[in-house]
């Protein structure tokens, strides 16, 4: 007999759930426009040395995260988040990716979103999608204010992977789907059995 479950399907999730990336959506919503675009302006000299190849795109946006996060309240941006989630939910996602997920919903699948973008934000949108997730953390220190550091490392590329493996069991799966678009998603996308490559237009 086979006892295995049916079948869990992992979705990134800017540029593939969503038409945009969030993390700026995200900024503006947050601080106004003008005041994003100062903190890309304040941090020019590691956005500069990110797009020369000699910073990562993890250092560049944990400085980024820093500039913009460090010492807010959790407690209030996890309220904002979720009026950001609220206001752009339909502006931003794609209804492709919503109807795909509620399929393998509707199938008794598990469905998870693996992303890099910060917990933050991105737990509103997996709660209103009834899906599970895996992202990027950010530290909170013991008064409950944001560092803007990571806590653990950057959901993204061989990340993915990995953090999925620490949480799921694949072998427990009979069948194993992914949704990506860019070249961050491919460690995830080899686990898969069916994995689907920019798969959403709309």
Not at 9 to 33: C, E, H, N, P, Y
Request: proline letters at 1%.
């Amino acid at each position: 007999m086979n006892n295995k479950k049916h079948a869990i399907a992992f979705f990134d999730f800017d540029g593939t759930i969503t038409k945009k990336d969030t993390f700026s959506d995200f900024m503006v919503f947050l601080i106004g426009r003008w005041g994003y675009l100062t903190g890309l302006v304040l941090n020019s000299k590691i956005l500069i040395l990110y797009f020369l190849n000699f910073k990562s795109a993890s250092e560049a946006k944990e400085a980024l995260l820093r500039y913009y996060l460090k010492g807010k309240s959790a407690a209030v941006l996890c309220k904002k988040a979720d009026l950001y989630v609220e206001n752009r939910f339909k502006k931003i996602v794609r209804k492709s990716a919503i109807n795909e997920i509620n399929k393998h919903l509707h199938l008794g699948h598990d469905v998870v979103i693996v992303t890099a973008s910060p917990y933050l934000w991105t737990l509103p949108f997996a709660k209103r999608l009834k899906v599970s997730l895996i992202s990027t953390q950010i530290e909170v220190d013991k008064n409950g204010f944001y560092t803007g550091n990571f806590n653990g490392k950057n959901c993204n590329g061989h990340e993915k992977a990995v953090r999925i493996k620490c949480e799921y069991n694949l072998d427990e799966y009979r069948q194993i789907f992914s949704y990506g678009d860019s070249l961050g998603d491919g460690p995830m996308l080899e686990l898969s059995d069916f994995s689907f490559y920019k798969y959403f237009k709309t």
